[in-house]
Each structure stands twice: as structure tokens, then as C-alpha cells.
């Protein structure tokens, strides 16, 4: 019986994290349901022929938790992670422009728990909370910068992670 529920569990997750699949017209229960409009999902791929091709995507910037998946999210050209801790004021303050700002499209800003995420934090040579690391598609560092101290604003960020 366990091995029918774990076959079940990952067979939803596989639904769940399919990225590029085509989407289907909701049905007119899912349409008239007032949360269908604030769904959190990454936009849809325009074209199912062009499945993976980060051009085929109409993808809004972002401000999201950071997870591995996200991260590896081909419709986004520009992939920021944000090394940040609720109890720094000045993680507050670039979280608080964030939100505020308008980040430009195709480009994500992915929130890491500095407390929790020691391992991306070893691996990017993080060593203070309010950092910024531009990664590429394979999740390698481009660029690094402290925020700490600086001007706290969406602009700021991506000019200092080019």
C-alpha cells in the first residue's frame, strides 16, 4: 500500500513541476473560481514546438523563494539569488525596494534564507547577508555583490550583477 501512495505522490509531483508543457483551457468551474486570477504560475510557454527555448516564453519578472527549481527555469534569461535574513534591516530594506520596484522581464530575483542555505552560501562565497549572486542557466556564479550599506534599489541590483 505505501508503494501505491509514493508512485501516486510522485507522479503528482512530476505533473506539478512540469516546466513547458502546453496549458490547457481551464474548465468553466476552474474560470469562474476567483482564485484562478491570482494564480502564482510561471507564465505559459507560447508555442509547444519551442519547448526549453527561453525566447518561446513570455515570462514577467519576478521576486520568489528561491528553490532549485526555480533557478533552473529556462524562461528566465537573468537568475539573481538573494542571500537574505529576515532579522537584517538592510535585507528588509532591499526586500521592501524589491516589492516596491518593477523587476524587468525574463529576469528573476530568488529570495535564499541566509540562515538556512549554508551550502549555496559556501558554494557562491557568500559571507554576509544582503549579498546579490547573478548565476547563468547552469547555476554558475557570474557575479557577486554586497548590498550592505548601498543603495537599496531594483535598478542597483541588476547594474551591480552585470
Known amino acids: ?37 491570482l494564480s502564482s504560475e510561471a507564465a505559459p510557454v507560447t508555442s ?14 519576478r521576486y520568489a523563494d528561491y528553490s532549485a ?18 532579522w537584517c534591516p538592510e535585507c528588509r530594506g532591499f526586500e521592501k525596494a524589491i516589492e516596491g520596484g518593477t523587476v524587468p522581464d525574463k529576469t528573476q530575483i530568488l ?24 548565476v547563468d542557466a547552469t547555476g554558475t556564479r557570474i557575479r557577486l555583490w554586497s548590498g550592505y550599506g548601498q543603495d537599496k534599489s531594483v535598478d542597483a541590483i541588476l547594474e551591480h550583477t552585470r
Not at 529570495?111 to 547573478?134: E, N, P
Open 1 to 37: 500500500m505505501s508503494a501505491r501512495i509514493l508512485v501516486l505522490l510522485a507522479l503528482v509531483a512530476a505533473v506539478t513541476v512540469g516546466c513547458g508543457s502546453a496549458e490547457t483551457a481551464p474548465s468553466p468551474a476552474e474560470s469562474s473560481a476567483p482564485s484562478a486570477a
Open 48 to 61: 509547444p514546438s519551442a519547448e526549453g527555448s527561453s525566447a518561446s516564453c513570455e515570462t514577467p519578472g
Open 69 to 86: 527549481e526555480a533557478a533552473a527555469d529556462v524562461c528566465y534569461t537573468d537568475t539573481i539569488l538573494f542571500f537574505h535574513a529576515p
Open 111 to 134: 529570495k535564499v534564507d541566509y540562515d538556512s542555505a549554508t551550502d549555496l552560501r559556501k558554494k557562491y562565497g557568500v559571507t554576509i547577508q544582503s549579498t546579490f549572486v547573478r
